[in-house]
């Protein structure tokens, strides 16, 4: 079960950095992705980043203002987001890619197996 948290109220403009922890000794094997759900909308790919941490893929609407990145010692994913714009409000998920077959980074939510219950980020403008 992945545990997501750091979501918060932040004024535009500001940051905050959300954090995934993914229970298990095969962290360092999983594609670990981030998406988001705005209220009335679908949920959307935001980021993802492989099992190394040496790619990394981002949507367009966040690309240049957040970060994904992993330390696999700590079985931990986080999504830094920075300058934050009131559209970028919703819950933030985590998701893992366990196949051991998926080489390129995924966008698709089919492509996900695992899921966090999902951490609210809030927006002020």
């Known amino acids: ?3 997501a ?8 403009g500001g940051s905050l950095k959300l954090s995934c922890v993914a229970p298990g000794r095969t962290f360092s094997s999983i594609i670990m992705g981030w998406f988001r759900q705005a209220a009335g909308k679908e949920r959307e ?3 993802a980043i ?3 941490g040496g790619s990394t893929d981002y949507a367009d609407s966040v690309k240049g203002r957040f970060t994904i990145s ?6 931990t994913a986080y999504l830094h987001m920075n ?3 009131p559209e970028d ?3 933030y998920y985590c998701a893992a890619n366990r196949r051991s077959n998926t080489i390129v980074l995924k966008r698709s939510r089919n ?3 695992y899921w966090g219950q999902g951490t609210l980020v809030t927006v002020s403008s």
Request: overall charge positive; hydrophobic content about 40%; proline content about 0%.
């Open 83 to 85: 300058n934050l714009k």
């Open 70 to 75: 992993r330390d696999n010692a700590k079985n």
């Open 1 to 3: 079960q992945l545990q």
């Open 89 to 91: 409000a919703a819950v």
């Open 45 to 47: 790919f935001v980021a």
């Open 5 to 12: 948290s750091g979501g918060g109220l932040v004024q535009a």
């Open 111 to 113: 492509e996900y197996d």
């Open 50 to 52: 492989s099992r190394s």
